[in-house]
């Protein structure tokens, strides 16, 4: 597969559970973000990892946890949702998290809380 | 902080338009500023990235300009085609940071 893949696409949980969502890289990239996509909403972005390492935390509630064990992948481990976290959460890398560099974006999981 | 603002939020058009969507922003201390496309159930596509220092970027039929000091970009779409339609998104980066802060988009159809 080439460029950045996103599983699952679409996820439907409760409020207790706990899943993750994954993304991949293979842009040999070494900065990955996680972004929030909300309905009519502008794209917020959520979390920053360079080489890594967690380099931004958009005040981002600590029921939605990040996990980067290498430079191509990226998890965002999801418990005690709130239906309100129902978005399209996207991941993008770039190639070391300088400002001029493109973000390169994968297709999304589409998450739903009940 | 940082607001990016589009307008308009849609647009339908006939086949064969020009058109001219626009970006503004409200703090002038960016670094650039993206052009994304972004098609239903898939991720964002960059479509032009024009640096601070530069007033517009080409890309086929597709023309990005930027005024810095003003606050605005607008994108020009010729000869407008029914592939065209998809959301498209502006974004800034500022100076100080790598953070890209987005606009809520403008969604265009284009028809046939």
Same mark, same amino acid.
Request: with cysteine; glycine share 6%.
């Given at each position: 597969?080439?460029?950045?893949?996103?599983?699952?696409?679409?996820?439907?949980? /409760?409020?207790? $559970? *706990?899943?993750?969502?994954?993304?991949?890289?293979?842009? /040999?990239?070494? +900065?990955?973000?996680?972004?929030?996509?909300? +309905? *009519? *909403?502008?794209?917020?972005?959520?979390?920053?990892?360079?080489?890594?390492?967690?380099?931004?935390?958009?005040?981002?509630?600590?029921?939605?946890?990040?996990?980067?064990? $290498?430079?191509?992948?990226?998890?965002?481990?999801?418990?005690?949702?709130?239906?309100?976290?129902? +978005?399209?959460?996207?991941? +993008?890398?770039?190639?070391? /998290?300088?400002?001029?560099?493109?973000?390169?974006?994968?297709? /999304?999981?589409?998450?739903?809380?009940? | 902080?940082? !607001?990016?603002? &589009?307008?308009? %939020? =849609?647009?339908?058009?006939?086949?064969?338009?020009?058109?001219?969507?626009?970006?503004? @922003?409200?703090?002038? %201390?960016?670094?650039?500023?993206?052009? @994304?496309? &972004?098609?239903?159930?898939?991720?964002?596509?960059?479509?032009?990235?024009?640096?601070?220092? &530069? #007033? !517009?970027?080409?890309?086929?039929?597709?023309? =990005?300009?930027?005024?810095?000091?003003?606050? #605005?970009?607008?994108?020009?779409? =010729? =000869?407008? &085609?029914?592939?065209?339609?998809?959301?498209?998104?502006? %974004?800034?980066?500022? !100076?100080?940071?790598?953070?890209?802060? @987005?606009? %809520?988009?403008?969604?265009?159809?284009?028809?046939?």
């Amino acid at each position: 597969e080439t460029g950045v893949t996103q599983t699952p696409r679409h996820l439907v949980m /409760g409020m207790t $559970n *706990k899943k993750s969502l994954k993304c991949e890289q293979h842009l /040999g990239h070494n +900065a990955m973000y996680w972004y929030k996509q909300s +309905a *009519k *909403k502008p794209l917020e972005l959520m979390f920053v990892y360079n080489f890594k390492e967690q380099t931004e935390n958009n005040s981002v509630p600590s029921r939605f946890s990040p996990e980067c064990p $290498n430079s191509s992948h990226l998890f965002l481990h999801l418990h005690t949702l709130q239906p309100e976290d129902s +978005a399209l959460y996207l991941c +993008a890398s770039s190639q070391a /998290g300088q400002s001029q560099e493109t973000q390169y974006f994968g297709p /999304g999981t589409r998450l739903l809380v009940l | 902080k940082q !607001e990016v603002t &589009q307008i308009p %939020a =849609a647009l339908s058009v006939p086949e064969g338009e020009n058109l001219v969507l626009n970006c503004s @922003f409200t703090d002038s %201390a960016i670094y650039n500023l993206q052009w @994304f496309r &972004q098609d239903p159930g898939k991720g964002l596509t960059s479509l032009l990235l024009i640096q601070s220092s &530069q #007033r !517009e970027q080409t890309s086929g039929r597709l023309n =990005a300009s930027l005024d810095k000091s003003s606050g #605005r970009s607008t994108l020009y779409i =010729a =000869a407008s &085609q029914p592939g065209d339609s998809a959301t498209y998104l502006c %974004a800034v980066i500022m !100076e100080y940071g790598n953070k890209l802060v @987005f606009g %809520a988009g403008t969604i265009l159809r284009v028809k046939s």
